[in-house]
């Protein structure tokens, strides 16, 4: 079993939609969690930073962990078709483990039109 | 504010040869680690460098090694190229200490193996 998991999709939306995209772990020393957005043939951009459990927004994103069910989800507010990319989670343990973050596998999202 | 540099974006090389990559962190940050991208494997963990020291290596072969100088950039080097190391290839930069894990990526290295 992996340490997260990430169903792949592909999710497709409607312009204007919620998206909900998440991600589960098995490792409860997981304390920093965030998610990038890549698009093909480019680097991973950071959206979302958050450390413990609890919710961020920014924007028309929205971050929120909950430890006690090893769960966080990405909501995305009226979604439009630039959002279309594969987003990635990723979690780190901290400074005891270093800084290597595990990633899920990806999503990969269209929004259409 | 600069963002992470890699160089270069593309690579062809041939199986037995060597590569080395570079990645020019964001200024300030001492902390640069290496992922490989791949569509069966997703981002895996190759090593994490922090002032000159490696801190941290994932599970993978000897063939793949890396150094950082003391501007803080780093290079990666895989020797006895084989095919299955056809990737993308991406730095991340972060402070590095603090606890804080907020990591930045580069653009990525294309690497085919021929």
């Known amino acids: 079993q992996k340490e997260v998991e990430q169903d792949p999709g592909p999710l497709s939306v409607p312009e204007g939609a919620i998206v909900s995209l998440n991600c589960t772990y098995s490792?409860?020393?997981?304390?920093?969690f965030m998610w990038y957005r890549q698009y093909s043939r480019k680097g991973p951009e950071l959206l979302m930073y958050?450390?413990?459990?609890g919710n961020k927004e920014d924007g028309r994103f929205t971050a929120q962990v909950d430890k006690s069910s090893k769960y966080i989800s990405l909501f995305i507010r009226d979604s439009q078709p630039s959002d279309s990319a594969t987003y990635l989670c990723?979690?780190?343990?901290?400074?005891?483990?270093?800084?290597?973050?595990?990633f899920g596998s990806g999503t990969r999202l269209l929004v259409r039109p | 504010k600069a963002g992470v540099t890699q160089t270069p974006r593309y690579l062809i090389k041939t199986r037995g040869q060597q590569v080395t990559l570079s990645c020019s962190p964001i200024?300030?940050?001492?902390?640069v680690s290496w992922y490989q991208q791949t569509p069966g494997q997703g981002l895996q963990f190759l090593f994490e460098?922090?002032?000159?020291?490696?801190?941290n290596k994932g599970n993978f072969p000897g063939r793949f090694s890396g150094r950082q100088f003391s501007n803080s950039r780093s290079e990666m080097n895989v020797s006895t190229l084989e095919l299955g190391d056809s990737a993308l290839y991406l730095c991340?930069?972060?402070?590095?200490?603090?606890?804080?894990?907020?990591?930045?990526f580069g653009q990525g290295t294309r690497l085919t193996v021929v």
């Open positions: 991340a930069s972060s402070l590095g200490h603090g606890g804080s894990t907020e990591a930045f």
């Open positions: 490792n409860s020393a997981f304390q920093y």
């Open positions: 958050t450390y413990s459990s």
């Open positions: 990723a979690m780190s343990a901290g400074v005891d483990s270093s800084y290597k973050l595990i």
């Open positions: 200024s300030g940050h001492r902390s």
């Open positions: 460098y922090f002032s000159e020291t490696q801190r």
